[in-house]
């Protein structure tokens, strides 16, 4: 039990729900349930990153710090999951938002993430391009003006994810899905989730090895940078095993990644995206954005029609979120 050796601040509705998607389970042939991680907080809309600042925030609040920084694209649900999560501690927040992708339409820095992030009380500063792993100057400089206007920062990374507490949240959910499967009297044999910044893949990883039945994780990259996301997903992975103690080794094949339905870029859909949300909308009113879920669900899709997964296969699609941005995005339903 992990609640007895890290602090956790509560700050969402678990066990997050699961539940079939009758409609498309029958047009895929397959049994699909969806783990609603999108629909598991109050704050804000929520999403994965409530899962996973539960721990940095208790983190944060034990250091004495008063507020929070972090970075992310300017459609970023994490940064705006970071700012709700400020806005309900009474803590102050500052986000560096940057542009990770290029979108041709002047409401992407005003409506969506950014408009709620700015109504909750962050400051957003809208500077720097590009995603990576690397640390950011931008995200340093944020933090020292924090320090020299006299507060306390506390530095949240991209995703909540390359952070000694980044996989705790979803190593945590591993654990959830079994209780629900005990529930529900099944067993998912195969998982599929969106990854990018690694600690959501990373964490289930490190706690599905420590469970006694294997079953298939299948990340779907949504970075569209294969070698980036899977040496980010393997280090948390190996951090949060070593972190809650496990005695399993985290194997390279543990780690699975697949790159093939990331689109042409970081936050650039493709058509078999925007199909996959069209279809996920239409059939299960079940809404998945552009940049992340409409990928993860557009892998599931093809891998079930291409027989990848198995047919009557007990499959559990994580829904991590990201709806909040589709507005954002409307250009790429015209
Ligand atoms: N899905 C949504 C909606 C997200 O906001 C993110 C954040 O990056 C992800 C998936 C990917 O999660 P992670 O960055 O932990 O790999």
New binding site residues.
């Given amino acids: 039990d992990l609640e007895a050796r890290f602090s956790r601040t509560p700050l969402g509705f678990f066990p997050s729900p699961v539940h079939p998607l009758k409609r498309l389970s029958k047009a895929l042939g397959i049994n699909l349930w969806a783990k609603r991680d999108?629909v598991s907080s109050g704050l804000a809309f929520g999403?994965?990153?409530v899962r996973?600042l539960e721990w940095l925030a208790a983190d944060a609040i034990a250091q004495g710090c008063d507020t929070l920084v972090s970075i992310?694209n300017i459609q970023?649900?994490?940064t705006r999951q970071v700012a709700a999560v400020a806005a309900a501690l009474g803590m102050k927040c500052r986000l560096v938002q940057e542009e990770w992708t290029k979108w041709d339409d002047p409401a992407y820095e005003q409506v969506g993430n950014i408009l709620l992030s700015r109504l909750m009380g962050a400051t957003t500063v809208l500077e720097g391009e590009g995603y990576s792993t690397e640390l950011k100057e931008t995200w340093q400089r944020a933090l020292e003006e924090v320090r020299r206007e006299g507060g306390k920062p506390y530095a949240i990374p991209?995703?909540?994810?390359d952070h000694r507490l980044g996989g705790l949240g979803?190593a945590n959910f591993a654990d959830e899905v079994v209780r629900q499967e005990a529930e529900h009297e099944l067993f998912f044999d195969t998982v599929i989730?969106?990854?990018?910044?690694?600690?959501?893949?990373?964490g289930m990883v490190a706690g599905f090895r420590g469970q006694d039945r294997p079953r298939r994780l299948i990340?779907i990259d949504?970075a569209c940078n294969e070698a980036m996301?899977r040496a980010?997903?393997t280090k948390i992975a190996r951090q949060t095993a070593d972190l809650i103690g496990l005695s399993a080794e985290i194997r390279d094949e543990d780690v699975i990644i697949d790159p093939r339905f990331a689109g042409p870029d970081y936050g650039l859909p493709d058509e078999a995206t925007i199909s996959a949300i069209r279809m996920g909308a239409e059939m299960e009113a079940m809404l998945t954005?552009p940049?992340?879920?409409g990928k993860?669900l557009a892998g599931l899709i093809a891998m079930a029609r291409s027989g990848e997964i198995a047919p009557g296969s007990n499959v559990l699609y994580v829904h991590?979120?990201?709806a909040p941005a589709l507005d954002a995005y409307h250009r790429a339903f015209e």
Avoid: M, R
Wanted: aromatic share 6%; with cysteine; glycine share 22%.
């Fill in positions: 999108d999403g994965n990153k996973k992310g970023s649900n994490h991209a995703g909540a994810s979803y989730t969106a990854t990018c910044t690694g600690s959501t893949q990373g990340g949504t996301t980010a997903v954005d940049v992340y879920e993860s991590l979120g990201g």
